[in-house]
Protein backbone atom coordinates (compact mmCIF):
# COMPACT_ATOMS: atom_id res chain seq x y z
CA UNK A 1 0.00 0.00 0.00
CA UNK A 2 1.33 3.20 -1.44
CA UNK A 3 2.20 5.91 1.65
CA UNK A 4 0.28 9.12 1.05
CA UNK A 5 1.64 12.52 2.52
CA UNK A 6 -0.52 14.23 5.21
CA UNK A 7 -1.48 16.94 3.36
CA UNK A 8 -2.85 14.49 0.66
CA UNK A 9 -4.60 12.24 3.34
CA UNK A 10 -6.21 15.27 4.79
CA UNK A 11 -7.31 16.28 1.17
CA UNK A 12 -8.95 13.11 0.88
CA UNK A 13 -10.30 12.92 4.04
CA UNK A 14 -11.99 16.48 3.14
CA UNK A 15 -13.71 14.83 -0.21
CA UNK A 16 -15.14 11.89 1.23
CA UNK A 17 -16.54 13.83 4.13
CA UNK A 18 -18.10 16.62 0.99
CA UNK A 19 -19.52 13.12 -0.21
CA UNK A 20 -21.82 12.18 3.35
CA UNK A 21 -24.89 12.50 2.86
CA UNK A 22 -25.94 14.35 6.52
CA UNK A 23 -29.55 13.92 7.22
CA UNK A 24 -31.93 17.01 8.46
CA UNK A 25 -32.87 18.07 11.99
CA UNK A 26 -36.39 16.76 11.34
CA UNK A 27 -35.30 13.52 10.22
CA UNK A 28 -32.58 13.10 13.33
CA UNK A 29 -35.53 14.12 15.26
CA UNK A 30 -38.37 11.12 14.45
CA UNK A 31 -35.15 8.59 14.52
CA UNK A 32 -34.71 9.57 17.86
CA UNK A 33 -38.40 9.36 18.65
CA UNK A 34 -38.66 6.00 17.12
CA UNK A 35 -35.68 4.48 18.93
CA UNK A 36 -37.06 5.85 22.16
CA UNK A 37 -40.88 4.38 21.28
CA UNK A 38 -39.17 0.91 20.51
CA UNK A 39 -37.31 0.74 23.60
CA UNK A 40 -40.37 1.13 25.42
CA UNK A 41 -41.53 -1.14 23.37
CA UNK A 42 -39.54 -3.60 24.34
CA UNK A 43 -39.56 -2.80 27.74
CA UNK A 44 -42.97 -3.46 28.09
CA UNK A 45 -42.63 -6.66 26.03
CA UNK A 46 -40.00 -8.12 28.56
CA UNK A 47 -41.82 -6.94 31.63
CA UNK A 48 -44.61 -8.91 30.99
CA UNK A 49 -42.87 -12.05 29.58
CA UNK A 50 -40.61 -11.75 32.82
CA UNK A 51 -43.95 -11.88 35.01
CA UNK A 52 -45.32 -14.44 32.81
CA UNK A 53 -42.78 -16.80 33.49
CA UNK A 54 -42.30 -16.14 36.99
CA UNK A 55 -46.11 -17.16 37.78
CA UNK A 56 -45.73 -20.44 36.06
CA UNK A 57 -42.67 -21.24 37.75
CA UNK A 58 -44.51 -20.33 40.94
CA UNK A 59 -47.11 -22.11 39.85
CA UNK A 60 -45.37 -25.07 38.77
CA UNK A 61 -43.21 -25.24 42.07
CA UNK A 62 -45.44 -23.95 44.53
CA UNK A 63 -44.08 -21.40 46.20
CA UNK A 64 -44.84 -18.08 47.36
CA UNK A 65 -48.55 -18.74 47.82
Known amino acids: ????????FLQQVRAEASKVT???RKETAI?????????VLASVFFLVVDQVMAFGVRLVLGLGG
Do not use: R
Open 22 to 24: WPT
Open 31 to 39: TTALVFVFV
Open 1 to 8: MAKTNPFE
